[in-house]
């Protein structure tokens, strides 16, 4: 069963929130201003309501980490040659000297508009148990999400762990019958994780897997090692992401009110 508690972890966490500045659809992107502040902040008040034992930006840009330490945010310089932002929180792990067992959550930097208590409850995940990895999911939106490549869909057991992740329909509705059933019951990702140290040295420590190659989906690098990755049912629906300029717009009028 899918596990949708809300509750506040247990376990010792901290949150990293990975920032690049070069952004080909939103140049600028984590300096972009929201309501009067720029939007790394707002991702990091997000983070600064959570559980966390400590919080923290990842950049390795000079212009991010001056406005971030001008509001008082811990900022660790990484190495500019990150192809992804699971490898810039390995470095973070290894310049701070974190121990294995630590949870670490993954904030992605265009979320201004993500609950703290998700972040919560997505770290809540690993308090017990053998995963090694935790993430969120929601029912599907609309029957057009099935069908969108860019909404990635998530099939698990019957524990909540993760079987497969695909920007393809899955399940698949074999028949008209049972096409409403499955639609029920799919389950659209959200890119909020949380790792055990020790799991994010191995991963960031494995070459891309054929799957993950096809499907442009790191998480499936954890799947094809064997890592049991849990998914938990989102307490309440995520905020969106910011990538665009009405994604910008859409984020102003929510902040602002």
């Given amino acids: 069963m899918l596990d949708s508690r809300p509750d506040i972890p247990m376990t010792k966490f901290v949150v990293v929130i990975p920032s690049r500045y070069a952004s080909v659809r939103l140049p600028g992107k984590p300096l972009r201003m929201i309501a009067g502040e720029p939007m790394i902040q707002h991702v990091h008040r997000v983070a600064m309501n959570t559980g966390a034992s400590e919080v923290w930006i990842a950049t390795d840009d000079e212009r991010i980490e001056t406005v971030a330490r001008e509001f008082g945010a811990n900022v660790c310089m990484t190495r500019a040659d990150h192809e992804s932002g699971t490898d810039r929180l390995a470095e973070v792990c290894d310049i701070n000297g974190w121990p294995d067992d630590l949870v670490i959550v993954n904030l992605q930097g265009d979320e201004p508009l993500m609950s703290p208590a998700l972040v ?26 099935y069908e969108n490549p860019n909404v990635v869909k ?32 799919t389950l659209r990702h959200h890119g909020l994780y949380a790792y055990r140290r020790d799991v994010l040295r191995q991963l960031v420590e494995t070459e891309p897997c054929t799957l993950e190659k096809s499907e442009k989906l790191e998480q499936l690098r954890a799947l094809w090692l064997g890592i049991t990755l849990k998914v938990g049912i989102a307490a309440s629906p995520p905020g969106p992401g910011v990538d665009t300029e009405e994604d910008l717009a859409a984020a102003e009028r929510a902040l602002s009110r």
Avoid: K, W
């Fill in 120 to 145: 919560d409850q997505c770290a809540a995940l690993l308090d017990s148990g053998d995963a090694g990895m935790a993430t969120l999911a929601s029912p599907l939106a609309s029957a057009n999400d």
């Fill in 154 to 185: 998530v099939v698990t057991d019957r524990d909540g762990n993760a079987l497969y992740f695909s920007r393809s329909p899955i399940p698949h509705a074999r028949d008209e019958d049972s096409r409403q059933q499955t639609l029920d019951s």
